[in-house]
């Protein structure tokens, strides 16, 4: 670049242009020794900062046979202050350009400005696994990731390339994140956002694409990822430092994330094939319990993806057992509007749904109610007065009238009694909604898991109390 130039651009113009370019940016203060490297326009990420001498070194020690020479003569210019520069080299077996010029300021002395571009690999194709994603447009306005559209493209672009081998998809969605947007605001939403977003980078590293998704969903695309094996310590390290992280933070809210992982080419067949079997993967995490990672293996999880038997058939059986969306719509439409189902119908199909030991219904503050269990139905006055009803009982609800009981060891201080009445039910999970008439308490549903103990998932507290809701309206209109 001549002093004609420069000067019509300007130091600042200088700048913005580089801002602009779709590449890599770096300075070299000369006086001072420092050279920083920047990524992504104008949020600038430091990805090294420190003396040309020490990037030199790493540099050189990771360079592709025969092109350390080219990085000491791009050391050479840096220190020489030269007015333009060109360099290329190899790396990875890419093409990499690098130019530079250098500007005189009034403060600082020389600083040399430069940009470090993409160039072809041995084919002539245009790597856009590297560096076609670092626009500050690709950039989530938040967070320190890419944002749906960019990762999305970036995921599709790297498994459509020829030598593709061993991709991972990861989905990330972090459990109880509406509740903490509810109860704390959505200020605390985003900083736990941001949060989670640097546990996340921190741990993927240099080893994939971080971007996001949608409101708290965030993608991992791996890449030098050889299998399963890699992948669990990256998962693991980001599932354990979110738990710890808000351990305790929340009051009774559990903030801890969820994944499911799937790989291209080894399980679809298409980036698509992949993304939906990965999504699926962590339905199944958040099914399971939520907190954990799910990588799919087919004789595991093939189950889950390929459905079996006859369509025709299943929709023909009076017993058929309802999927856990259209369950809720059964419960809307036939239970509640059309008033065609009844009690034991509904609930047969509820528990069966979702796989259920036991539903007990207790309302009129104990004069009324049923118990399904998988083997029978029964109406009981033992069933009635199992609990008593009362102010005691209630204070367990929060404000959504529901009562979730993931470990039973919670209740040793807070309900010792109900602890054991559960244990002898062989009850280890159990979620209850509180049943109310204008605005009075007169009962609740029980929804109960037996034998192992199971977390409740977010879907599955969010379709019981609506089921239970459902219910209450069609006993209370």
């Known amino acids: ?219 991992i695309v791996t890449r030098d990822v050889a299998d399963k094996a890699e992948l669990r310590p990256i998962l693991r390290e980001i599932r354990t430092n979110v738990e710890r992280t808000y351990k305790g933070k929340m009051g009774d809210l559990s903030l801890t994330c969820s994944m499911g992982a799937a790989a291209f080419p080894e399980h679809g067949k298409s980036f698509k094939e992949v993304m939906e079997i990965a999504d699926k993967m962590l339905y199944l995490a958040k099914e399971k319990g939520r907190n954990r990672y799910v990588i799919f293996t087919p004789e595991m999880h093939q189950e889950f993806i390929e459905p079996h038997g006859d369509k025709d058939d299943i929709k023909s059986a009076f017993s058929m057992e309802f999927d856990k969306i259209g369950i809720v719509q059964f419960m809307m439409d036939d239970y509640l509007r059309r008033g065609t189902s009844s009690n034991e119908v509904a609930f047969s199909n509820v528990g069966n749904s979702f796989k259920l030991g036991e539903i007990l219904i207790v309302y009129e503050m104990g004069k009324v109610g049923f118990r399904w269990t998988p083997q029978e139905i029964s109406y009981g006055d033992e069933d009635l007065k199992w609990i008593k009803l009362g102010e005691d009982f209630f204070r367990h609800f929060d404000s959504n009238n529901l009562f979730v009981v993931d470990l039973l060891a919670q209740l040793d201080t807070k309900d010792p009694a109900l602890k054991d009445k559960l244990i002898k039910r062989n009850i280890q999970s159990a979620l209850f909604y509180k049943l109310r008439d204008k605005g009075r308490a007169e009962g609740y549903i029980l929804f109960a898991k037996m034998g192992q103990r199971q977390k409740w998932s977010e879907y599955e507290m969010l379709a019981l109390s609506t089921i239970a809701k459902i219910f209450e309206m069609s006993i209370y209109p």
């Open 1 to 219: 670049m001549n002093e004609q130039l420069r000067a019509e651009l300007g130091t600042e113009e200088l700048k913005r242009f580089l801002h602009l370019a779709d590449v890599r940016e770096f300075t070299y203060d000369i006086r001072n020794n420092i050279l920083e490297n920047f990524r992504y326009g104008k949020e600038r990420e430091v990805f090294f900062h420190g003396a040309l001498e020490e990037w030199e070194r790493d540099f050189r020690s990771r360079m592709d046979s025969g092109g350390g020479e080219n990085v000491r003569l791009f050391c050479d210019a840096l220190k020489e202050g030269r007015e333009s520069f060109e360099v290329h080299f190899s790396y990875k077996g890419l093409t990499r350009v690098i130019k530079g010029v250098t500007v005189e300021e009034p403060e600082r002395g020389r600083i040399v400005y430069g940009v470090l571009m993409m160039g072809q690999s041995a084919d002539g194709n245009h790597p856009s696994r590297e560096l076609a994603f670092n626009r500050a447009t690709d950039r989530d306005p938040m967070l320190n990731m890419l944002n749906k559209r960019a990762i999305l493209e970036y995921a599709q672009k790297l498994c459509e390339q020829e030598d593709c081998t061993n991709t991972y998809l990861v989905i990330l969605d972090l459990d109880n994140f509406k509740l903490v947007n509810d109860t704390f605001g959505h200020l605390c939403g985003d900083e736990v956002l941001v949060t989670v977003t640097e546990i996340v980078n921190r741990a993927v590293g240099q080893k994939g694409t971080v971007g996001r998704i949608g409101g708290d969903e965030i993608m």
